[in-house]
């Protein structure tokens, strides 16, 4: 490798390590706004709990479907 390449080299490696620390400041941040948030530890729980959100905003819009359904037939009857 000639002292050209070494050099860019070195450059990448120390562009490379800043992003790393910018992305780990970014993780920190996004973790602690999770646990003061929505009080998850981990993206694991929080996945969890997305998922039962998921489960409980369907089951709300299939009974808010189903009373609408039952008001029309009353007033529309």
Known sequence: MTERQLLDLKNKI????????????????????LREDWDCDSVEKAEKMLEKMDREITSLDEN?????????EKYNG
Do not use: D, Y
């Open 64 to 72: 808010i479907e189903k009373l609408m359904n039952e008001l029309e």
């Open 14 to 33: 120390t562009e490379a390590k800043q992003t790393t620390s910018e992305l780990k400041g970014h993780q920190s941040a996004l973790l602690k706004q």
